[in-house]
Structure formats: structure tokens, C-alpha cells
């Protein structure tokens, strides 16, 4: 009785083993971790949902392809404040261990830019300005700040606007703007008859809409952002502030506000990115969605293709920006790219204007 018992113990083992073996294996994969500070609450939150879903939608079509290593997204919200991105990442390098870190907009991008740089961790940012991207490891995926006031420049003059007056949020990446172009339009003949800074979170702005009225302005840059663009937008239709508005890139956060207002943005030239991105996420493309697209791809697109030393798993931070700042063939979203030796990845711009509602392609 013993041996059949035994018998019958040894066949259970012997089957057992089999299925050991048939276990499939699992993914072996290095991992390359990149974070990402994004406003997921706050006046922002509906600017950050789109794009998360832009940096999900680019590591879904990694995901399709036979990549060497494993790409892992791991997004915080920052609320859209500097103290909360800094907090963010400190996170990211010590408790997460990232590769590359990746942030949205000049307040933002600044702080993790002077951070990427002490910290040598490589830094891919969609922010309108020139200091973020300076630094051996940092990367601004926008046009440069040069290309739209010379786009803008021109018009201004296409238009015959001369008098130009300022309301804008007295913000780093704003700030860093204007203090060029005023004195720029000022030195090819235009007349700035109004200039005013307000700092971020007011909603009432009406005593400024007046004063610009008071001047009698041709045209008016008005770049606030959330909440003060939606108080500015009903304040302006209360008061009859019949003037044309313009600014770089906020007019497209909510159109449905700014009927007949146009703004500076990267061109996109016949990308089938818009309609892409609409179908597979349900939502609208805003500024920096396609930066931040590509920005990820070129991120991936480094580390795939820098060596790897001996003893390493994955490629020296450093070789992968060599990578990346002499990719001169990369397939971008947008109409095309120029990387300059800073890592300033500038573009075409165009103009839009909001009609119905919409933003479409008023010049190129």
C-alpha cells in the first residue's frame, strides 16, 4: 500500500515539475523611468488632463514597437505651483529613481531646469522661454522666443497696428518675454500706450480693462492665465472692450471665451496629429500637447540609441543627450524641428484665430 502511495506521490511531483516549466517568463526588460510634473488639480487641471493624455498616447505607440528597454511614466501634480514641482522632484530622484524628468510651462521649467542642471538628470520641458532650455541637460521643445517676437512683429505691422498696449500676468517665462519686445517695438516705430502687469489669481480686472479703453490701444496683448483669463474674458465683454486681442498660445486654452481673438503657436503643418489625438482621447489638442508628444519620443528615441558601457544596464545620461541634440532625422508631429547646440528645440509659428468657437489657421 506504502509504494502505491508513493507511486502516486511521485506522479503528482514529477507533473507539477512540468508546469514549472511552462511558466512563461517575464519581462526582463531594463526600465527607464521618467517623471513628469503636471497640474492634475487646480486652475490648470483641464490644461494638465490633456497633456497626460498627449504623453500616454506617445508611450502607447512606444509600447507597439521592439524597443530595448521598458518605458514607465510616473506623473505628480504640482498644482501649478513652483514649490510643489521642486517637492516633486525630490521625489522623482530619490524614492522613484527616474532617468529623465519632463515639465510644462516657464515657472515650472525653470525651477526643474535649475534642478536638472545641479542634478545632472536630463530635462525635456514645453515652456515659452529661453532660460529653460540652457544647461547641458535641458531641452525646450517650443518655438523660440526670438521666432515669435519676429512673427508677431510682422503682424502687427501686416495689420497696420501701431498702438499696442500690455496687460499681461506677472509671471517668470511672461515677464522674460515682453522685457525684449516692448523695447523692441518701440525701436521699429510702434507706440506702447499701455503696459501692466497683474499677478497671478486676481478676477478683478476691470479697472485695468478701463485704462487700456483710455488709451485707445489698436490692438492689445492681454497673456494671463487661469483664473484671471476667464474673469479678463467676461470683464471685457461687460465693459465693451471692443479691441483686438492677441497673446501666445492662451487664447487656445478656451476658445469658446475669445470669439475672434487670435494667437501665436507652433506650427503643426499638415500633421494628422490634431484629428489623431481628438479621435483617441476624446479631447482637444491644446498648446504644448504636440511638444510634449514628440518631446517623450525623443526622450525614448535617445536611450534606444546611446551605447551602453560594459558594466552598464542602461546608456550614461550624457550619451543619450548627445543622442538627442544630433537627431537629425527625427519624424516630429510638428511641421519640422530645428535643435540647436542648447537644446532649444525651436519651430515655425503661425497665427490662429477662434472662429465659432474654434481655433483655426488664420496665417502660416
Not at 469658446?256 to 481628438?278: C, D, N, Q, V
Not at 526622450?299 to 560594459?310: L, M, N, Q, T, W
Request: charged letters at 25%; a negative charge.
Amino acid at each position: 500500500m506504502k509504494k502505491i502511495v508513493l507511486s502516486l506521490m511521485l506522479s503528482v511531483s514529477i507533473i507539477a515539475c512540468g508546469e514549472k516549466t511552462e511558466t512563461p517568463k517575464e519581462n526582463t526588460k531594463p526600465v527607464v523611468k521618467i517623471g513628469v510634473n503636471l497640474p492634475m488639480t487646480g486652475d490648470m487641471a483641464f490644461a494638465g488632463e490633456v497633456q497626460k493624455a498627449a504623453l500616454e498616447l506617445a508611450l502607447h505607440d512606444v509600447e507597439q514597437q521592439d524597443t530595448k528597454y521598458k518605458y514607465e511614466l510616473i506623473i505628480e501634480d504640482n498644482v501649478f505651483q513652483p514649490k510643489k514641482t521642486i517637492s516633486n522632484l525630490f521625489k522623482f530622484k530619490s524614492i522613484d529613481k527616474v532617468n529623465a524628468v519632463m515639465s510644462l510651462w516657464g515657472s515650472d521649467g525653470t525651477v526643474t531646469s535649475d534642478w536638472a542642471e545641479k542634478n545632472k538628470m536630463l530635462h525635456m520641458s514645453c515652456s515659452e522661454s529661453d532660460v529653460v532650455g540652457k544647461g547641458y541637460y535641458n531641452f525646450n521643445h517650443a518655438p523660440k522666443l526670438e521666432t515669435y517676437r519676429y512673427r508677431m512683429m510682422k503682424y502687427f505691422k501686416d495689420h497696420n497696428y501701431k498702438k499696442i498696449a500690455f496687460l499681461y500676468e506677472n509671471a517668470l517665462e511672461v515677464v522674460e518675454y515682453l522685457d525684449e519686445f516692448i523695447p523692441m517695438l518701440r525701436n521699429n516705430g510702434f507706440d506702447i500706450v499701455y503696459e501692466e502687469a497683474v499677478n497671478r489669481g486676481v478676477t478683478d480686472v476691470r479697472t485695468s480693462i478701463y485704462k487700456i479703453k483710455q488709451a485707445k490701444p489698436d490692438i492689445l496683448y492681454a497673456h494671463v492665465l487661469a483664473p484671471t483669463l476667464q474673469a479678463f474674458a467676461k470683464q471685457s465683454i461687460e465693459s465693451e472692450l471692443n479691441i483686438p486681442l492677441v497673446n501666445m498660445n492662451i487664447f487656445g486654452f478656451n476658445p469658446e471665451l475669445f470669439e475672434g481673438a487670435s494667437y501665436f503657436t507652433a506650427s503643426i503643418g499638415k500633421s494628422s496629429f490634431p484629428a489623431r489625438f481628438k479621435e483617441e482621447t476624446g479631447l482637444n489638442m491644446l498648446p504644448c500637447t504636440v511638444n510634449l508628444f514628440d518631446g517623450l519620443k525623443m526622450i525614448v528615441d535617445g536611450f534606444e540609441k546611446a551605447p551602453v558601457k560594459e558594466d552598464g544596464i542602461l546608456p550614461e545620461t550624457e550619451d543619450v543627450i548627445e543622442i538627442m541634440l544630433n537627431n537629425k532625422n527625427f519624424e516630429t508631429a510638428l511641421s519640422s524641428i530645428n535643435i540647436d547646440e542648447e537644446g532649444n528645440i525651436d519651430s515655425s509659428v503661425i497665427v490662429k484665430t477662434i472662429v465659432n468657437g474654434e481655433s483655426v489657421v488664420a496665417e502660416e
